[in-house]
């Protein structure tokens, strides 16, 4: 079956989600040593929605309004709290190549929950994809070898998390625009994590602001297009896509860190790769079922 333009759009905006996490990895990497994880998440959070409330006006032509479903952002935001938490910890230990490459488990978990829980159908190409991208995860990660890192399941868990987040996207209201759906993400954050962030302090330095400012308008844009990509086509459709993130993390790693992944998240990232490639490929065969 070929794509519908809405289905195209939705893919594009996936894409850029990915992206847009991966920037956010990429600054928050360079946080991590000089702060404490609750300081971070509160700190990014803050700054987000002054950010983003100009931006709506200035860029989007438009305004953040107030939602309905507000106590969904609220479940949501926590959610995705938790999720933030369990990531920068892991992310302390791997690289932000190693890190996306196993949160990739969250497409499998995804099309799993849209057949199990939506009742989509999702045809043996889906299948194939996600679980092949699956098998490319469990490479990377090589569980019960000696080089396994514990850390890697603290990225498992978040990938959990963030499927769920992603599946809510389905109940929200359709014309919650991106920029409220970024900034009540960025709210409801900041309002959970500010009792332990200013019981750590908030000694923050002057130069580390655009860092936080930066990580603040990713974060908050990832999440964004990737709540409008999932309420607007099948979960099952968009779950390969997710793995665009493997092109912007294995680059990013190289040109900031100067550092190639090592050879089994490489290869890992291939398997990924070629799991998305036969989706995008198998879609665009006419008559054939998704």
Same mark, same amino acid.
Request: aromatic share 12%; proline share 4%.
């Given at each position: ?13 996936? /894409?850029?989600? %990915?992206?847009?996490f ?19 998440? $509160? ?6 929605m ?17 939602? #309905? ?6 479940l949501r935001?926590?959610?995705?709290? +938790? #999720? ?33 829980? $939506? ?7 889906? !299948? ?29 868990? /978040?990938?959990?998390?963030?499927? %769920?987040?992603? +599946?809510?996207a389905? !109940?929200?209201k ?8 970024? $900034? ?17 302090? +908030? ?18 844009f ?26 912007? %993390? ?15 998240? +490489? ?6 790769? %070629?799991s ?15």
């Open positions: 079956m070929i794509a519908t333009p809405g289905t195209v759009r939705a893919i594009a905006m996936m /894409c850029l989600g %990915s992206l847009c991966t920037l956010n990895d990429t600054m928050t990497k360079f946080l991590i040593d000089r702060y404490d994880v609750p300081v971070i998440i $509160f700190v990014r959070s803050l700054l987000a002054p950010l983003l409330a100009g931006m709506a006006v200035v860029i989007g032509r438009d305004r953040i309004r107030w939602s #309905a479903h507000a106590p969904l952002y609220a935001g926590a959610i995705n709290l +938790l #999720a933030a938490y369990l990531y920068i910890h892991g992310l302390k230990h791997l690289s932000v190549a190693e890190a996306t490459v196993i949160l990739f488990a969250s497409p499998f978990i995804i099309t799993v929950a849209s057949a199990t829980l $939506f009742k989509e159908t999702v045809g043996w190409q889906k !299948w194939v994809a996600v679980l092949v991208g699956f098998c490319g995860v469990m490479i990377a990660m090589r569980p019960g070898s000696a080089a396994f890192q514990p850390a890697s399941l603290l990225i498992l868990a /978040c990938a959990f998390l963030y499927a %769920s987040i992603s +599946l809510s389905r !109940w929200l359709q014309d919650d625009n991106l920029w409220t759906v970024s $900034f009540f993400g960025a709210a409801f954050s900041a309002v959970f994590i500010a009792p332990l962030a200013i019981g750590d302090g +908030l000694a923050i330095r002057i130069d580390d602001l655009a860092l936080f400012a930066g990580a603040a308008l990713s974060s908050s990832g999440i964004g297009f990737a709540t409008l990509a999932y309420r607007s086509a099948q979960a099952s459709d968009l779950a390969p896509f997710a793995y665009s993130g493997l092109i912007w %993390s294995t680059g990013i790693t190289w040109i900031v860190w100067g550092a190639m992944p090592g050879l089994w998240t +490489l290869v890992g990232a291939g398997v990924v790769a %070629s998305s490639l036969f989706h995008l490929l198998a879609r665009s065969r006419p008559g054939r079922p998704g």
